[in-house]
């Protein structure tokens, strides 16, 4: 409960609001009083009341007029209804119309006492669960402005003077020497990238991308993502091959954006899979919607962590060995996937591989389409 909670009590009956006053000021409450409905709305301006008690029938403005109005400005104030028993259905009536609770006349203190406790008791946990929300708003805020003043900018600079250096020093240093340098540059890059994401994730800025949006022909996406992976897969001894379903529609998209949810998923089943074992990436269109599927034959994922993967820091439980990460990847994915009004989904047998589909809504037909339907092409 609130230390000091204010009580506000709009009744016609002179002796109800007696009898509220006597019973709830007697525990740490004000209690204020007001004789009919417009008389109740302004006496609430007054005070903001904690909780509110009206009866449902008075002369002038009834109890759910008086609700209604109560609702309309302040939607979160708790409100319980006063009835007496002829009245009940218009109780249901005014819980369905957001009264918290209705109190039956006649009623006893001890129950009056009780079903305000109850009130005072929601109104401190709708206030509480505001300020947490509040509180997780700024810290995303501050996180984001923290991480980018903070950090990204001197280890920005700290980069540029490295590669400087080393290019002063190129003559001089030993093998060891570069090779140590080299280290120090990719962990220097790791950092920046992994602030990158972090920005991504915390910024509540997503939905600017939207300013850039504009017609997008995603077998371009498809092949600069493939594009950017290939390296790493061929090291692992693992090749890409992508499939596009013609005549595939332009998405109304940030070309970079999408390109870099596919990354994501590419570099995933890289991650995730093993040598030998090709990826399949399939783009095709069906009821309106492009997709995008990348298909592996990697350790596949848990039944139970399915639902949680595209939440932020989620990580799975079938880790190969020596794999790191940081569980964002799918996070950030998942944020452009709906500031393109589309989706991203999972499906996975663990030991035979995953299937991660990205689905976006499609704007127009692909203006070079080739005049056969459904011809497949590679890119
Ligand atoms: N293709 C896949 N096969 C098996 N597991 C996967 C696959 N893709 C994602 N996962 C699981 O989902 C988790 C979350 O993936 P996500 O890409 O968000 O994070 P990450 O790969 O761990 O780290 P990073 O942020 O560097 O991408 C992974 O840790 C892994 O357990
Ligand atoms: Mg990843």
Redesign the pocket.
């Known amino acids: 409960m609130p230390p000091n909670p204010t009580i506000l009590v709009i009744d016609d009956e002179e002796v109800v609001l007696d009898a509220c006053t006597q019973v709830l000021a007697s525990g740490s409450c004000q209690v204020c009083t007001a004789g009919n409905g417009a008389e109740g709305l302004l006496r609430l301006e007054e005070v903001q009341p904690d909780l509110v008690f009206v009866d449902l029938k008075m002369p002038g403005l009834s109890g759910l007029e008086v609700l209604e109005k109560i609702r309309a400005k302040h939607p979160r104030m708790v409100v319980i209804v006063i009835t007496g028993y002829a009245t009940v259905s218009s109780a249901i009536e005014a819980m369905k119309k957001g009264a918290f609770d209705f109190l039956p006349k006649p009623f006893t203190p001890d129950e009056l006492r009780l079903i305000a406790r109850r009130g005072l008791e929601h109104h401190r946990l709708v206030q509480q669960t505001l300020s947490l929300r509040r509180e997780q708003e700024m810290l995303r805020e501050n996180f984001a402005a923290i991480v980018s003043h903070e950090l990204k900018s001197p280890l920005g600079a700290l980069q540029q003077n490295l590669y400087v250096l080393v290019a002063e020093l190129d003559e001089q240093l030993s093998p060891d020497q570069q090779q140590r340098f080299a280290r120090l540059q990719t962990r220097l890059e790791d950092l920046l990238k992994?602030i990158h994401?972090w920005l991504r994730v915390f910024s509540v800025d997503i939905n600017k991308l939207k300013e850039t949006f504009q017609p997008t022909a995603l077998a371009e996406v498809v092949a600069k993502a493939v594009e950017s992976v290939q390296p790493h897969a061929t090291r692992k001894g693992i090749s890409i091959e992508p499939t596009v379903t013609e005549p595939l529609p332009l998405v109304n998209g940030d070309a970079g954006s999408l390109a870099e949810v596919v990354v994501?998923?590419l570099?995933?089943?890289v991650?995730?899979?093993f040598p030998d074992r090709p990826i399949q990436v399939r783009a095709d269109a069906a009821n309106g919607q492009v997709r995008i599927a990348?298909t592996?034959r990697?350790?596949?994922?848990a039944k139970e962590?399915l639902p949680h993967?595209?939440q932020d820091?989620?990580?799975?439980?079938?880790?190969p060995e020596g794999?790191?990460?940081?569980?964002?990847?799918?996070?950030?994915?998942r944020r452009i996937a709906e500031v393109h009004g589309g989706s991203i989904s999972?499906a996975?047998e663990p030991g035979q591989?995953?299937t991660?589909t990205l689905s976006l809504p499609a704007v127009a037909a692909a203006a070079d389409s080739p005049p056969s339907p459904n011809s497949e092409r590679k890119v």
């Open positions: 992994l994401s994501n998923l570099n995933n089943a991650k995730y899979s990348v592996d990697g350790v596949g994922i962590d993967l595209f820091f989620a990580r799975g439980h079938t880790q794999v790191s990460g940081c569980g964002l990847g799918l996070a950030i994915s999972a996975s591989g995953s991660f």
